[in-house]
């Protein structure tokens, strides 16, 4: 979350998924692991170009947390996945900061009606 949006919600819910998944499974959550470089418009209406679009550039990992994904394996946990351009860009820049494997799991998908 960009600051302003978090202070906006008032709270993470894919932290929140997160430190309850670290605390069933013993593994640890790292909710500050990435950061959005700049606010983005809201992805609600976008369609996927768009929402790639939206958020190019937008996503990185955390300069003092860089270290810990070096050559590690990473589950990104996301609440809601629409077009999926969310966790792809994080996907992206887990890769380009040298995670060896990042896996994602959501808590929900839209799926869209095709007639």
Do not use: Y
């Not at 947390?65 to 996945?81: E, Q, Y």
């Not at 890769?95 to 799991?105: D, N, Y």
Request: proline share 3%; with cysteine; glycine share 6%.
């Amino acid at each position: 979350f960009h600051p302003t949006r978090l202070w906006r919600r008032r709270f993470n819910q894919s932290a929140l998924l997160a430190n309850a998944l670290a605390k069933r499974t013993g593994k640890p959550a790292v909710p500050d692991l990435l950061i959005r470089r700049r606010a983005t418009p809201s992805q609600g209406g976008l369609n996927r170009r768009q929402r790639i679009e939206n958020l190019r550039g937008a996503i990185a990992v955390r300069a003092k947390r860089s270290g810990a994904v070096k050559g590690s394996s990473v589950l990104v946990i996301d609440d809601v996945m629409t077009t999926g351009a969310t966790v792809d860009a994080c996907a992206k820049a887990l890769k380009r900061a040298g995670a060896v494997h990042v896996a994602v799991t959501t808590l929900a998908r839209v799926v869209r009606e095709t007639t």
